[in-house]
């Protein structure tokens, strides 16, 4: 890749981001949504169930893009690995993702462990992703006119 720069992978790694965090908030809503009718003893809608694996599957994709971006442009750029606390926690997000989806596997009523560390994933998962994105932000500063 010999570009003059590499601002347009920085660019869609920007809109996955922002796709990330507006699926994050979808899976958060109807999440609870899901806790919630489960908690009153609701039925819960049909759609509801599908609704969030979908999202969640979606929302795994769209890391695994934005960790592919990641690692093509700085070994583009610099050859190596490894140039700020971007790194760890882009792969901590990574870990914690499909750590998510598949504790979300293992949800059953004879696994009550599965749901519990289900939740407790996803709630690391929004500091992690808080984490990349402010970090991200920071250096692709250095990428911009
Ligand atoms: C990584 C992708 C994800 C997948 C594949 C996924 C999938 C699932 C599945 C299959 C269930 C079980 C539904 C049931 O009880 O029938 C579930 C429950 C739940 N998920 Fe997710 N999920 C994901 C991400 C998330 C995220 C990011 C959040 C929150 C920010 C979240 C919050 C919840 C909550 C609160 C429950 C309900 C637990 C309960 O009933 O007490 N999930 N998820
Ligand atoms: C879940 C979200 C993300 C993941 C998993 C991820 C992952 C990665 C990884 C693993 C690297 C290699 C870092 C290194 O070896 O030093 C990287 C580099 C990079 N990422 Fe991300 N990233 C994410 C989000 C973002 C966002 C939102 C931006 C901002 C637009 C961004 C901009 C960059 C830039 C500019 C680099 C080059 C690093 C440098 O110049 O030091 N990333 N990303």
């Known amino acids: 890749m010999n570009l003059p720069s590499f601002l347009w992978l920085w660019k869609i790694a920007a809109w996955s981001m922002g796709l990330s965090i507006t699926g994050y908030l979808l ?3 109807s999440g609870i949504y899901l806790w919630k009718n489960r908690t009153e003893k609701k039925p819960r809608p049909s759609w509801l169930r599908p609704f969030h694996w979908i999202t969640g599957t979606i929302l795994v994709i769209l890391i695994l893009i934005l960790l592919s971006i ?3 442009g700085t070994i583009g750029y610099y050859g190596s690995l490894g140039h ?6 882009g792969l901590t997000v990574v870990t914690l993702v499909l750590l998510s989806a598949w ?3 293992q949800i059953h009523p004879s696994r009550p462990w599965a749901r519990k560390l289900h939740v407790n994933v996803n709630i690391a998962l929004f500091f992690a ?3 990349v994105g402010l970090t991200g932000l920071f250096v692709v500063q250095k990428y911009l006119p």
């Not at 700020?84 to 926690?89: F, G, N, Q, V, Y």
């Open 27 to 29: 899976l958060a809503f």
């Open 70 to 72: 990641g690692l093509m």
């Open 84 to 89: 700020s606390w971007h790194l760890p926690a």
């Open 103 to 105: 504790t979300s596997t």
């Open 129 to 131: 992703l808080l984490a």
